[in-house]
């Protein structure tokens, strides 16, 4: 089994990614998925999650209203929309099949102007 992230990069205050995360070697469709967050001497945190269908999601208070998760189960994918971000949105992103310790290499954010 393994995760994928793509997507990160720079990028100046208010602006926007889409993160990307790519599954493969389980059956994606049947796991909750998660999105994750780890700043320079901070630990790991949540930031969002999506039911295996997508018709459920939660958010961390501090991305509420920015960011969105979703999923396209026909590609074994999982999303992250990032709008109006913040410098202290700076991280390596991180997606996670939950319940489990599998977890993709990372993609870093930063955002700076």
């Known amino acids: 089994a393994q995760l994928v992230e793509s997507g990160g990069g720079l990028v100046q205050p208010g602006g926007s990614l889409k993160l990307s995360c790519a599954a493969s070697?389980?059956?994606?469709?049947?796991?909750?998925m998660r999105w994750y967050r780890q700043a320079p001497g901070k630990e790991r945190e949540v930031v969002a999650g999506i039911s295996t269908i997508g018709g459920s999601t939660d958010y961390a208070d501090s991305v509420k209203g920015r960011f969105t998760i979703s999923r396209d189960n026909a590609k074994n994918t999982v999303y992250l929309q990032m709008n109006n971000l913040k410098p202290e949105d700076t991280a390596v992103y991180y997606c996670?099949?939950?319940?489990?310790?599998?977890w993709g290499q990372g993609t870093q954010v930063t955002v700076s102007s």
């Open positions: 070697g389980f059956t994606f469709r049947s796991y909750v």
């Open positions: 996670n099949r939950a319940g489990s310790t599998l």
